[in-house]
């Protein structure tokens, strides 16, 4: 996502994934979302899963389904929020979960069916 965040702490396991993320706090994205209290878009995040769980499957995807996404908490560019993926393969593609937390605190979640694009 051009520069927009960097990867940190990267813990590979059998179907699952697990980051620190860093966001580029002078990244244009966060001049318009939103000028004077910067957030990160809801849609990066979801973005984000996507662009981890293709690198770690090596294969383009594109989001089917999204049974369940839950935008708990603000993620502000100075928060580094840890990164869980998990997932199951099935005959059309992969059943996935993904947590953003911070210190313990659930900041987005979102449960989907990605398949191959």
């Keep these: 996502m051009n520069n927009f965040y960097t990867i940190k702490d990267e813990q590979r396991g059998e179907n699952s994934f697990s980051c620190k993320v860093s966001f580029d706090a002078s990244h244009d994205i966060f001049k318009g ?3 004077d ?3 990160v878009p ?3 995040m979801m973005e984000i899963v996507k662009e981890l769980l293709q690198k770690q499957i090596g294969k383009k995807l594109w989001l089917r389904n ?3 996404v839950k935008f708990l908490q603000l993620i502000t560019p100075d928060v580094e929020p840890v990164i869980n ?3 199951n393969e099935g005959d059309n593609g992969y059943n996935v979960n993904a947590f953003f937390n911070n210190n313990a605190v659930v900041l987005f979640k979102l449960t989907g069916h990605y ?3």
């Design 115 to 117: 398949e191959l694009n």
């Design 37 to 39: 209290q910067p957030v």
């Design 85 to 87: 993926i998990s997932w």
């Design 33 to 35: 979302h939103f000028p």
């Design 66 to 68: 999204a049974g369940n």
């Design 42 to 44: 809801g849609v990066c």
